[in-house]
């Protein structure tokens, strides 16, 4: 995994994105996005590892409405890590949950661990989409699925300056890479049934819808959450954001790829 010394996620973005995306989400689309990328896939009893498992919301929709038997949820950022323990322990899915502090590199697990690998919106902060598939594959068992959602841009080779100011924008350390790179690099990392699904269409509405509440019906809400002057930093990112998303640049994906079974 990649990662920095500083923290992309320090608690006042913590309260901004819950406020935003709801409790235990850094990102959109709640427990229903989640659903969405396992679909088809019944995860009861299976052992999923979670990559950027965050402040625990998705790995508590995997242990819950998904029924996996044990998750393991991993992220380099220790205090969203004590969040998502503490909070997972107080759901009373302690015993089907483990979060992990990792650190960026290599994923710290044997061959064949798990039977799902699943993400949410956290690789794009790994910007090695190739060592990444390889590495996902040799943790999977044979039959395994690759389940995840990613921030794609829709192209390889430069951005245009639009998508470069929307990513100075987020300051997140995007490592933003298109679909078919991604396609290429699950291809050569040896996974078979490689499905991309463009949600671009789903969130340039809703992010409008998000830049409203900002701007209109919630900003008193969420300035006194977080301040006036970041709230205003945050819409900037959005307005950023919005005609990038309209030109279809930047097009977040579900990404599914399985490991062959032999």
């Known amino acids: 995994m990649a990662g920095s010394d500083e923290l992309h996620y320090p608690e006042r ?22 659903m969405r990328v396992i679909a088809g896939v019944d995860l009861t009893g299976l052992t999923v590892l979670d990559i950027g498992c965050g402040i625990g919301g998705a790995t508590g929709v995997l242990v819950g409405a998904g ?3 044990k998750v393991i949820g991993i992220d380099v950022e220790a205090p969203v890590c004590e969040i998502a323990s503490s909070r997972l322990d107080a759901q009373g899915l302690g015993d089907r949950v483990e979060i992990r502090r990792v650190e960026p590199g290599p994923l710290p697990f044997d061959d064949a661990s798990f039977n799902v690998v699943f ?17 996902v594959f040799r943790v999977l068992r044979p039959g395994g699925w690759f389940l995840a959602s990613d921030w794609l841009t829709s192209h390889d080779g430069e951005m245009s ?7 100075a924008a987020e300051d997140l350390d995007f490592g933003m890479a298109s679909p078919a790179r991604y396609r290429r690099a699950l291809r050569a990392a040896g996974f078979v049934d490689i499905e991309l699904v463009d949600r671009n269409p789903w969130y ?18 969420f300035e006194a959450a977080i301040g006036a002057d970041e709230l205003a930093l945050q819409i900037r990112t959005w307005e950023a954001m919005i005609p ?3 030109s279809g640049e930047h097009c977040p994906h579900h990404l599914r790829a399985r490991r062959p079974r032999a």
């Open 119 to 135: 993400s949410k919106d956290s690789i794009v902060h790994i910007a090695d989409k190739e060592s990444l598939a390889i590495d």
């Open 204 to 221: 340039r509405v809703v992010a409008r819808e998000e830049l409203e509440r900002l701007t209109g019906s919630e900003r008193a809400t």
């Open 67 to 69: 029924h996996a038997g």
């Open 244 to 246: 990038v998303l309209e």
């Open 161 to 167: 300056a639009e998508m470069q100011a929307y990513v």
């Open 13 to 34: 973005m913590i309260t901004f994105l819950e406020g935003l995306w709801g409790d235990g989400f850094l990102s959109p689309g709640g427990a229903d996005e989640v």
